[in-house]
């Protein structure tokens, strides 16, 4: 390794390309070097989608996910993995194989099941694969309360269960932690909690901004990596990259026809006063 007085730390994410870079693979790479850490990727699927919808997805084989994995693992320590959408039951289980040889290092998988306009990314296959293999190997998981309810039911619960008890049941199949964002819920202000083995963990409360936003799920997921890769304990590194991500949607823009896009570099000097700007408009809607 080449001499150097300081080496930031490295998270390496699989998720799918997204070329808005507004969500998937470019959103990771985007949060993650704002936290100060050097991102690593590994391409899970193609899409063909702008910032209205997915037109097309082209999943990775499994063997090519692997395989850009073990280059980068094998060339550099890695300090935290950050998992997206994977594509298919192989890729999935090519992740799940990845990640079983480095049981030290945090894990936080954001479930991705569908697009913000509803283009379904996972059936039920992928599902199961997702519960079999890929939640018992996760330290946080970061489902909205849709993709919670959903899972929840595959596990085994009805129709109505509450989210309380969408979070045991997940924690029961396996991840340690699960943070459940309330941005789909219908209420005054965005609730987010956290739980773990032993229930609630901790609970935030955000101001409900206007407007749809591309990739606040993928942002939220790879902050928290970030913050764990350097070492933060979970529940400060949860409430850090959410205080990072509402600040990034508060900021965020509209460059197309469709949502919004994250300014996760609202903490850059160039930024700042944009960033200001931005939110004042917002918080003013």
């Not at 070329?19 to 899970?44: E, F, K, M, N, S």
């Not at 591309?214 to 409430?239: D, F, K, M």
């Amino acid at each position: 390794m080449p001499s150097s007085r300081f080496n930031p730390p490295a998270v390496l994410s699989f998720a799918a390309s997204d070329p808005t870079c507004g969500a998937g693979l470019q959103a990771d790479l985007l949060t993650i070097a704002a936290h100060g850490c050097h991102p690593l990727t590994v391409v899970t699927a193609l899409t063909v989608q702008d910032t209205v919808g997915v037109e097309d997805l082209l999943p990775m084989e499994g063997g090519w996910v692997a395989d850009q994995a073990r280059a980068l693992l094998e060339d550099m320590p890695v300090a935290a993995f950050k998992l997206g959408l994977l594509g298919s039951v192989e890729a999935i289980a090519a992740v799940a194989e990845v990640l079983s040889d480095y049981p030290d290092t945090p894990v936080v998988f954001d479930p991705v099941l569908a697009s913000g306009r509803g283009d379904a990314f996972a059936d039920e296959d992928i599902i199961a694969a997702m519960l079999e293999l890929i939640m018992p190997l996760t330290d946080v998981l970061t489902p909205n309360s849709m993709e919670a309810r959903r899972l929840a039911q595959e596990v085994g619960a009805g129709e109505t269960v509450t989210l309380p008890e969408c979070a045991r049941l997940l924690v029961g199949a396996g991840c340690a932690h699960v943070l459940v964002t309330g941005t789909h819920e219908h209420s005054a202000r965005v609730v987010n909690t956290l739980y773990g083995s032993h229930g609630p963990v901790r609970h935030d409360e955000w101001e409900r901004l206007p407007g749809s936003y591309h990739g606040s799920g993928c942002t939220l997921a790879s902050a928290i990596a970030a913050n764990l890769a350097w070492g933060q304990p979970l529940p400060e590194a949860v409430r850090a990259a959410q205080h990072y991500t509402w600040h990034s949607l508060a900021a965020g823009f509209r460059p197309g026809m469709g949502q919004h896009i994250p300014n996760r570099q609202w903490q850059s000097p160039s930024s700042h006063s944009l960033a200001s700007a931005e939110v004042a408009h917002v918080i003013a809607v």
